[in-house]
């Protein structure tokens, strides 16, 4: 009786096993812990947004007047950072990226009797940045911000002048700050890909007029610089 007790106990244990083992097990949670490195593509928009602070000097029909020109183009660029999961429903990390937005842009207007050219070209936008998401699974939403760098390139041309000189001219990196967010999404262990928006403000300069390119000698235009951005990317996760 006990020999029978004992085979037919070992029996169910080994079916209870054989039922176990046909089950799938549950899929592990998404860990987003981890270095990576990636890519993106999209759409910049680099904006120029020019004031006049000549009392005496007419600029787009009154002084203080103002004119914004903007240059919109394709952009690709690169990207690299760490996560770290520090609780299942929190995600912080560090990033940084370099993107290269080409496009160019202009506006005329008639300052003092002249025809005048504002031009603007987009360039080079790079940023480092703190992350910080809730994870849902393979899903992270997320915002960012942190440090800005970009490229100026503006300057307003006399088409009425003879050789068409250049007035006020600006073409250099300028540092700000950033802010903005996204969505990422884990499609595997080493892949993902993700979805976001970064609004960088490269704050205003005060421009001089070139000398002999204006009467009296000198004028000043302040401008103020940003770039937005809307991008997609991919990312190789160590």
């Keep these: 009786m006990l020999r029978f007790s004992f085979l037919s106990g070992v029996a169910l ?20 812990t981890g270095a990576y490195v990636g890519g993106v593509l999209g759409v910049g928009v680099a904006s120029n947004r020019w004031t006049d602070e000549n009392l005496a000097f007419t600029s787009f029909s009154a002084e203080g007047g103002s004119r914004t020109i903007s240059a919109t183009g394709p952009l690709f660029g690169t990207f690299a950072g760490h996560n770290w999961q520090v609780t299942p429903h929190f995600v912080v990390g560090v990033e940084g990226d370099l993107t290269y937005t080409a496009g160019s842009g ?31 699974d393979r899903l992270l939403l997320y915002v960012t911000g942190g440090i800005g760098i970009g490229q100026v390139d503006t300057r307003s041309i006399n088409t ?57 000698p000198t004028k000043f235009m302040r401008v103020k610089s940003s770039h937005t951005q809307v991008r997609t990317g991919f990312a190789y996760r160590f």
């Design 160 to 216: 009425s002048a003879l050789g068409s000189p250049t007035i006020w001219a600006e073409n250099q990196m300028r540092v700000g700050w950033t802010f903005g967010g996204g969505v990422e999404y884990l499609v595997s262990r080493h892949w993902s890909f993700r979805f976001e928006a970064l609004y960088t403000d490269l704050g205003s300069a005060r421009l001089t007029s070139r000398p002999g390119t204006t009467t009296p």
């Design 106 to 136: 202009g506006s005329r207007a008639t300052v003092s009797g002249a025809n005048i050219l504002f031009a603007t070209r987009s360039g080079f936008v790079g940023s480092l940045r703190i992350r910080a998401g809730v994870p849902v």
């Design 13 to 32: 244990c080994a079916l209870l096993a054989r039922d176990a083992s046909a089950q799938p097990l549950p899929a592990p949670a998404a860990n987003w």
